[in-house]
Every structure is written in C-alpha cells, then in structure tokens.
C-alpha cells in the first residue's frame, strides 16, 4: 500500500483528481437540459477534455530523471494509470450528463489516449495541451460530415452513430497510450 500512495503522491495524483472530478461535473452539468441532444455531447467533449487534461498532468512525477532510473517496471504502471483515468472520467461525467454512454466512453477513451501522447511526445507541463486542443476544436466546429478531415478533427464533437468518430478515438487511444506505456513522459532536462 505505501508503494501506490508514494506513486500517487509524486504525480500529486489526490489534488488532481478532486480538481478534474469538480471541473468535469461542473461543464458536463452545464450540458444538460438542452433540448438539443447535440449540446449534451458537446459538453460532455467538453468536460472530458477538461477534465483529462488536468489528471494528465499526473502522468509524469516532478522528476523525470528518477521515473526514468527507477528499478521498477514502469509498464504496468502506466497501463494502470490510464486506465483509472479513462474510467474515473467516464464515470463522472456519464453520472452527470444527459449524453449517451457510448459517446462519454469513447469521448473518455480518446482523451485519455490523447493526453498520453502529449506526456509521451511534449511531457508533463505540457500533457494538457492536446486534449485542451482537441476537446476546444470539437465543440467550437459545428458536428458535419464533409470534409472528411475536419470530420475526423472533430471526432468528440461528433454525433453518437458517427464510425469515423469511433474509429479516431479507438485509434487515438492506443496510438496514445502505447507511446506512454512503452516510451514513458518525456524527459525534460
């Protein structure tokens, strides 16, 4: 038990988690009781941005240096780690908003994906900005089928039946978590 709570200490895990939970419930709320179902999936992309973008910033510890030269299997770790974060995100904002459940999940999935490749390729002061990037392009570009690639840029934002949606955030999330788990944060010197 005194492993888990040094790790979660020395990525400030408790404090990340009590403000991500707060901010997802807050922009997720804001969603709802729209008439338009649309607004409910937005928000929520929202919200998992937000949200995952702060609990990124528990990717890394302080010193990563001593992540790196640790006599531990980092792996399992970090595959552990994602996945808590994936599912305290869809369990938070799916208890709070009006979207369906398939979409927070994919939604909760592709962040997660995307702020392990922003730890991955940028590190951890800067593990928020994809998802910030991508949850602000999802919900400030209307959800339109045509041009395919701006469809795929606004993959969160994208109406539950969307394959191309699904398919970007399956691929976002193992793209991601598999440069974090195999690579690790970025070093900074």
């Not at 010193?63 to 780690?81: E, F, G, I, Y």
């Not at 949606?165 to 193992?174: G, H, Q, S």
């Given at each position: 038990m005194?492993?888990?709570?040094?790790?979660?200490?020395?990525?400030?895990?408790?404090?990340?988690?009590?403000c991500?939970?707060?901010?997802?419930a807050?922009?997720?709320?804001?969603?709802?009781?729209?008439?338009d179902p649309?607004r409910?999936?937005?928000?929520?992309?929202?919200?998992?941005?937000?949200?995952?973008?702060i609990?990124?910033?528990?990717?890394?510890?302080?010193?990563s240096?001593?992540?790196?030269?640790?006599?531990?299997?980092?792996?399992?770790?970090?595959?552990?780690?994602?996945?808590?974060?994936?599912?305290?995100?869809a369990?938070?904002?799916t208890?709070?908003?009006?979207?369906?459940?398939?979409?927070?999940l994919?939604?909760?999935?592709g962040?997660?994906?995307?702020a392990?490749?922003?730890?991955?390729?940028?590190?951890?002061?800067l593990?928020?900005?994809?998802?910030?990037?991508?949850?602000?392009?999802s919900?400030?570009?209307p959800?339109t089928?045509?041009?395919?690639?701006?469809?795929?840029?606004?993959?969160?934002?994208?109406?539950?039946?969307?394959?191309?949606?699904?398919?970007?955030?399956v691929?976002?999330?193992v793209?991601?978590?598999?440069?974090?788990?195999?690579?690790g944060?970025?070093?900074?010197?």
């Amino acid at each position: 038990m005194t492993t888990l709570l040094l790790y979660l200490r020395s990525r400030q895990v408790p404090g990340g988690v009590l403000c991500g939970v707060t901010a997802m419930a807050a922009v997720a709320w804001l969603g709802t009781g729209h008439a338009d179902p649309q607004r409910a999936v937005v928000a929520a992309a929202l919200a998992l941005a937000l949200g995952i973008a702060i609990l990124g910033h528990g990717l890394a510890g302080a010193d990563s240096t001593l992540d790196a030269t640790a006599a531990l299997r980092w792996a399992p770790r970090r595959a552990v780690h994602l996945t808590a974060i994936t599912v305290l995100a869809a369990v938070v904002v799916t208890a709070v908003t009006t979207a369906p459940a398939g979409v927070v999940l994919r939604g909760a999935a592709g962040f997660t994906g995307v702020a392990a490749l922003a730890a991955a390729l940028f590190g951890r002061k800067l593990a928020w900005t994809l998802p910030v990037v991508t949850g602000c392009l999802s919900a400030g570009i209307p959800a339109t089928p045509e041009p395919f690639a701006l469809h795929l840029l606004t993959w969160a934002g994208q109406p539950p039946d969307s394959p191309a949606a699904a398919t970007a955030a399956v691929v976002l999330a193992v793209t991601g978590a598999a440069g974090y788990v195999i690579r690790g944060p970025r070093r900074i010197s």
